[in-house]
Nanobody, 121 residues
Framework: QVQLVESGGGLVQAGGSLRLSCAASGSIFSINDMGWYRQAPGNQRELVASINSSGYTNYTDSVKGRFTIFRDNAKNTVALQMNSLKPEDTAVYYC???????????????WGQGTQVTVSS
């Protein structure tokens, strides 16, 4: 069984910081891209940041300069450091990993359960 387990969400005041973490576990052969998405009420889920196995990163414009994505390939983990948080960052944040699982023929996207981030003004 493959799992992505997130942690680190919570309530913070505007201007504050939070760090989200996500750990992948199970019969993982390899992980390609890992990333963080978010979904606010009434909105579609959107990409926040992604990182590939070589460390190349990509950020949505609204978080550039404030958020940083990290990855530890040895531990199958990805983290998102969020600084200078704004009320509009409030959303449920989801971890996603594109993985090849042992015994399965092709890669697939796997999602975590989501963690709530609330930024008060």
């Amino acid at each position: 069984q493959v799992q992505l387990v997130e942690s680190g969400g919570g309530l913070v005041q505007a201007g504050g910081s939070l760090r989200l973490s996500c750990a992948a576990s199970g019969s993982i052969f390899s992980i390609n891209d890992m990333g963080w998405y978010r979904q606010a009420p009434g909105n579609q889920r959107e990409l926040v940041a992604s990182i590939n196995s070589s460390g190349y990163t990509n950020y949505t414009d609204s978080v550039k300069g404030r958020f940083t994505i990290f990855r530890d390939n040895a531990k199958n983990t990805v983290a998102l450091q969020m600084n200078s948080l704004k009320p509009e960052d409030t959303a449920v944040y989801y971890c996603k990993a594109n993985m090849l699982i042992r015994g399965r023929p092709r890669r697939a996207d796997y999602w975590g359960q989501g963690t709530q981030v609330t930024v008060s003004s």
